[in-house]
Nanobody
Framework: QVRLVESGGGSVQAGGSLRLSCAAS????????MNWFRQAPGKEREAVAG?????????YYADSVKGRFIVSQDKAKNTLNLQMNSLKPGDTAMYYC??????????????????WGRGTQVTVSS
């Protein structure tokens, strides 16, 4: 089992920045990728950014966050970080960290991720 705990959410004005962190514990050796999803009220959960944490690596960014968000990994701490810059009101959502043990998967498909954190709220005001 893998346990994921998010931190770093909060409220910020448009144009500001926030940094989210996801700390993984437990059977972290089984994880192949980690991803950030978000869900706003009344909307479907959507993938934001993620990375393959084994082998050759690789990153994913949703078109809506490219050039503004940066995903990174701290291997020593088993942590996935999300630096969010130039935040917009449309970025307001609950942000969830997820991990997958699958080697064949799609970043954008939440069904491919077995482990989830409880989420951290991000609110961007105009």
């Amino acid at each position: 089992q893998v346990r994921l705990v998010e931190s770093g959410g909060g409220s910020v004005q448009a144009g500001g920045s926030l940094r989210l962190s996801c700390a993984a514990s437990g059977s972290t050796y089984s994880m192949f990728s980690m991803n950030w999803f978000r869900q706003a009220p009344g909307k479907e959960r959507e993938a934001v950014a993620g990375m393959i944490i084994r082998g050759v690596g690789g990153t994913y960014y949703a078109d809506s966050v490219k050039g503004r968000f940066i995903v990174s990994q701290d291997k020593a701490k088993n942590t996935l970080n999300l630096q969010m810059n130039s935040l917009k009101p449309g970025d307001t959502a609950m942000y969830y960290c997820a991990a997958s043990t699958r080697t064949a998967f799609t970043f954008a498909d939440p069904r491919h991720f077995s482990y989830w954190g409880r989420g951290t709220q991000v609110t961007v005001s105009s």
